[in-house]
């Protein structure tokens, strides 16, 4: 056995610097078409509380146990009480229950558009509350600069003097 936790596994081969480029592209589309199933399930009902060890919902779904774990690193964030990903074992007691709109939001943010876009969503949103919570994730992502004063504009005390013989002379 590994000294390894088991999110510590998961994340070995998910993330393996070393390995063969199309081998871990084929890993990832794989993944993701399960959590795309995954969710649909969650989504189809999602006010009921899905919880049980990990080895009882890797079988539940019908996964393996490193396949569930890294469904559980995902969904981790959105979660109303993070598990213990960092310690858990096969034997750890989990829960999926999620905020929808976080869900929703981190799904977004991770530019997974094969699950924000799901028909469920249509179910638990209506389609302009979608719009606003994608543009909301949106706009959180996005740095605005305030504008920088040259030295050469007028200065925004409202003198009418440049701002360089004005409020710029003690900056």
Not at 72 to 92: A, F, Q
Not at 121 to 129: C, G, H, L, M, R
């Amino acid at each position: 056995m590994s000294d390894k936790t088991i999110l510590e596994q998961w994340r070995s081969i998910a993330y393996d610097q070393q390995a063969d480029r199309n081998k871990l592209q084929r890993f990832w589309a794989n993944y993701f078409n399960i959590e795309k199933g995954i969710y649909e399930k969650l989504l189809a009902n999602p006010d009921e509380v899905v919880t049980g060890t990990v080895k009882e919902l890797a079988d539940k779904y019908g996964l393996e146990v490193l396949t569930m774990v890294g469904f559980l690193d995902g969904i981790n964030d959105s979660l109303k009480i993070p598990n213990p990903i960092e310690t858990m074992d096969e034997n750890t007691k989990v829960s999926l229950c999620f905020d929808k709109e976080l869900l929703y939001k981190n799904m977004v943010d991770a530019r997974a558009d094969w699950l924000y876009e799901l028909p469920q969503w249509d179910a638990i949103f209506t389609p302009e509350k979608r719009k606003e919570l994608y543009l909301e994730q949106k706009k959180s992502g996005t740095v605005v600069k305030a504008h920088k004063i040259g030295r050469n504009d007028p200065c925004p005390c409202g003198s009418g003097k440049k701002y360089k013989y004005c409020c710029g002379r003690n900056a």
